[in-house]
């Protein structure tokens, strides 16, 4: 049985080697970024966004300055400024079969969002990230393994 001191440990241990290998790089791996960067840019952001402020996990992560500088600059060149200069937008066929109206409604008054629920948004779009990422991770790696390997638990010594 694996104890919550052990995992945490392991984490701190996967932090040290992530912050060696990184350095003071752009990317893990030569020059431009890979799937395992993506990987990592998404779990720091998670952590750290979406973890709370007493969090052992997010207290090692904090440890590691290069990973939060690198995640930081990836947020701000990927998410923040990336899809909306680089993707085109576009725009209904105008020939389309559906009719147009041409009345304008009347909009609405906005609220002013408070901070607590910008916050709350915030932390739960990264926690949806962070599902869809688990559930695609865990996904890819059950793939890789064949049903008779799951099933032979009698000669790894599990009770």
């Excluded at 290069?66 to 066929?93: C, M, Q, T």
């Excluded at 105008?94 to 607590?116: H, I």
């Amino acid at each position: 049985m694996v104890y919550s001191g052990q995992i945490y440990r392991r984490a701190n241990i996967a932090y040290g080697a992530l912050s060696s290998r990184l350095g003071e790089h752009n990317f893990l791996f030569e020059n431009s970024p890979s799937s395992v960067d993506a990987d990592l840019l998404a779990h720091v952001l998670v952590t750290l966004q979406v973890l709370p402020e007493t969090s052992v996990l997010r207290s090692k992560l904090l440890n590691h300055d290069n990973l939060l500088k690198y995640a930081e600059k990836h947020k701000a060149e990927f998410i923040e400024d990336g899809p909306s200069s680089s993707v085109p937008k576009f725009r209904a066929d105008p020939s389309s079969s559906t009719p147009r109206r041409e009345s304008n409604p009347k909009p609405k008054p906005k609220r002013e969002k408070t901070q607590e629920e910008k916050t709350f948004r915030k932390r739960a779009k990264y926690f949806l990230a962070a599902q869809l990422f688990a559930v695609v991770l865990f996904l890819s790696v059950m793939g890789r393994y064949d049903s008779s390997d799951l099933d032979d638990d009698e000669d790894l010594g599990f009770e």
